[in-house]
């Protein structure tokens, strides 16, 4: 683990997926981690049955047709994931689901927030704005000016 003094900020994602695990996201995201980009802290893969039980599934017990795809994987768990990040990511996902939980730190800002902390500035709040979310409201303002 690096320095935490060295660190950019750290975010976590949860995605879910209502079907078998491809390994087609893993590709891009270890780009991101070849380029430094990113640091992976911990992954943890979750499976939320049909009838609502929740666990965290280690790659080896993966079904056959799923292992395979994401071994690259193997060891990137750290521990800093816990049964509290199960419980809170079980009760977001869909049943009849697998998810991945993933921490990771922005290493491209790292240079950015060690000069904030190092000038005394702190972060005080963060957000997200879901893809989404601002797909749409593109989709409306486009909209707005071809009608109007």
Known sequence: MPDIDEMGPIDWVLIEFDQPLTGKAAPPLLDLVDRGLIRILDLM????????????????????DEAPHVEVFLGATTGLLGQDDLD????????????????????????????????GGQLIDHGR??????????????????AG
């Open 129 to 146: 704005i879901p893809t989404q979310a601002v797909i749409a409201a593109l989709d409306e303002l486009e909209a707005a000016e071809t």
């Open 45 to 64: 893969f979750i499976r939320k049955t049909a009838d609502g039980v929740v666990a965290a599934v280690d790659i080896s017990e993966l079904p056959g």
């Open 88 to 119: 809170q990511a079980g009760s977001a996902l869909e049943a009849d689901t697998r998810a991945i939980l993933l921490v990771y730190e922005n290493a491209w800002a790292a240079p950015f927030a060690v000069a904030v902390r190092e000038a």
